[in-house]
């Protein structure tokens, strides 16, 4: 098998110095446009690859963007990760994304660290409170931006939307339409996003002057099935929601679902309300009501940050939080008479 070709190579090959090589391919310094044509075709030539580990260990400056998911499964977290890479890309990063369950654990610890080590910084989208490497990361202070995350307080910036607002909004819109039967289904704990629509939900029925109803508050895990399987329950209460507030879009899919399956009409029966405006929620039957999450400001101001924190600024404490927007379709519509 033939041993990957050195710079040296590729100097000798386009007759230039292997400084000038270097400058090249990297693309920066000045090179005249002849030597880099040169060099490019020697490079192409003898199938020439920067050793990327190297060149960090010299000290080098990285082009790299870590986006690490603690499991890469949600629709949401597919749409955050395109558009923090489209922000990246447009600031002259590229991306590498790394996706396990949890990375504290010590057959990932070796990959985990070589992958960071590459990366001029990090950004964490929806991680989850439990996995003990958001705490190692804060002792490091390594370049580091969370997004979406409130499950507690962290010595590192977090981009995140107005959880608590935007869920007061939901249960607002119900309300206004004359539901006051409102179920909740709630998310995971993880990034403690639910936890937080969960408290304005019951917040806002309670300055409406109705008490929640434990009853009416069951878990979905942010998954289709699981919104499935939580409206299941709720529909064989002695007294049925007129209207349901699902923690997330997936799960306000799987309500839908549940609640056609028994012979019921959305939003004649019940309406439904969801959270983030997935791009497929205007595509469903029928198209669903939401809260918006602005995803192109969130991962662009995410990736602004880290940029900053790239180029030199001090790694501190910081929470950004961003509004977010009532989407009204057809899926939410006045409490049945008889509701």
Same mark, same amino acid.
């Given at each position: 098998?033939?041993?990957? =070709? ?10 230039? /110095? ?8 990297? !693309?920066? !310094?000045?090179? =005249? #446009? ?13 199938? $020439?690859?920067?050793?990327?580990? +190297? ?6 400056? =990285?082009?790299?963007? *870590?986006?690490?998911? @603690? @499991? ?10 395109? #558009?923090?890479? @489209?922000? /990246?890309?447009?600031? *002259? $990063?590229?991306? %590498?994304?790394? @996706? ?8 990932? +610890? ?9 990366? &001029? !910084? ?10 003990? $490497? ?21 010595? %590192? ?9 935007? &869920? ?14 409102? &179920? ?11 936890? #937080?629509?969960?408290?304005? $939900?019951?917040? /806002? ?93 969130? =991962? ?10 790239? #180029?030199?600024? *001090? ?23 008889? !509701?």
């Amino acid at each position: 098998m033939r041993k990957p =070709s050195r710079l040296s190579e590729v100097a000798k090959m386009a007759g230039v /110095a292997p400084i000038t090589a270097s400058r090249a391919i990297r !693309g920066e !310094g000045y090179v =005249s #446009e002849e030597a880099r044509a040169r060099v490019m075709e020697a490079a192409a030539h003898l199938n $020439y690859a920067p050793d990327m580990v +190297a060149r960090r260990m010299r000290g080098e400056k =990285s082009r790299l963007i *870590g986006i690490f998911v @603690n @499991n890469f499964g949600s629709l949401v977290l597919h749409e955050v990760t395109r #558009e923090i890479s @489209n922000a /990246a890309r447009a600031r *002259g $990063y590229d991306i %590498l994304l790394f @996706n396990a369950e949890r990375f504290d654990v010590p057959d990932r +610890a070796g990959t985990r660290d070589m992958l960071a080590n590459l990366c &001029a !910084g990090l950004i964490l989208p929806m991680p989850n409170v439990e996995d003990g $490497y958001l705490a190692e990361l804060e002792k490091r202070q390594h370049p580091c931006v969370f997004v979406n995350f409130c499950a507690r307080a962290v010595d %590192l910036p977090v981009v995140a939307v107005e959880n608590r607002k935007g &869920a007061r909004t939901a249960v607002e819109h119900l309300l206004s339409l004359g539901h006051r039967r409102i &179920a909740f289904i709630a998310g995971s704990h993880h990034t403690g996003q639910s936890c #937080e629509r969960q408290a304005a $939900y019951v917040e /806002a029925l309670n300055d409406a002057g109705i008490a929640a109803d434990p009853a009416l508050i069951v878990p979905g895990l942010f998954v289709q099935t699981g919104g499935y399987a939580a409206t299941q329950q709720l529909l064989a209460l002695p007294e049925p929601p007129t209207a349901i507030f699902a923690a997330n879009d997936e799960m306000a899919f799987g309500a839908i679902d549940a609640i056609h399956s028994k012979g019921l009409r959305v939003p004649g029966d019940i309406s439904v309300i969801g959270f983030d405006d997935i791009a497929t929620s205007s595509h469903i039957h029928p198209p669903l009501t939401t809260m918006r999450q602005p995803l192109t400001e969130l =991962s662009a101001c995410a990736v602004t940050e880290l940029v900053a924190l790239i #180029e030199g600024r *001090g790694v501190e404490a910081k929470s950004i939080a961003l509004p977010l927007e009532l989407i009204v379709r057809k899926s939410t519509g006045p409490a049945a008479q008889n !509701g």
